[in-house]
Nanobody, 125 residues
Framework: QVQLVESGGGLVQAAGSLRLSCAAS????????MGWFRQAPGKEREFVAG????????DYADSVKGRFTISRDNAKSTVYLQMNSLKPEDTAIYFC??????????????????WGQGTQVTVSS
């Protein structure tokens, strides 16, 4: 089992920045590709960003490319999501998730085995 706890959400004005963190515990964190997803009210959960287990590869949804950056610190068992130039449409609950050990990086929610409880991000206009 891998336990994930997100933090760093909050209320921010449009064009502002937030940095989300996801701390992992339980099984060794290193081998897991990690992803960030978000879900807005009345909408399906969507992929935001992902990072390979080595950190050498990243992937982003088109809607956040150039504004969000995913990174990981395996020594701290933590993955981050730096969000810049935030827009009201970024408002959602943000979840981090862990895929399967040594798995490939994927944007499909069904491929992720472990999920955090989520952190609310609200961007005001």
């Amino acid at each position: 089992q891998v336990q994930l706890v997100e933090s760093g959400g909050g209320l921010v004005q449009a064009a502002g920045s937030l940095r989300l963190s996801c701390a992992a515990s339980g099984r060794t964190f290193n081998p897991y590709p990690m992803g960030w997803f978000r879900q807005a009210p009345g909408k399906e959960r969507e992929f935001v960003a992902g990072i390979s287990w080595s950190g050498g590869r990243t992937d982003y949804a088109d809607s956040v490319k150039g504004r969000f950056t995913i990174s990981r610190d395996n020594a701290k068992s933590t993955v981050y999501l730096q969000m810049n130039s935030l827009k009201p449409e970024d408002t959602a609950i943000y979840f981090c998730a862990a895929s399967s050990a040594f798995g490939v990086l994927t944007s499909q929610p069904d491929e992720y085995r472990y999920w955090g409880q989520g952190t609310q991000v609200t961007v005001s206009s």
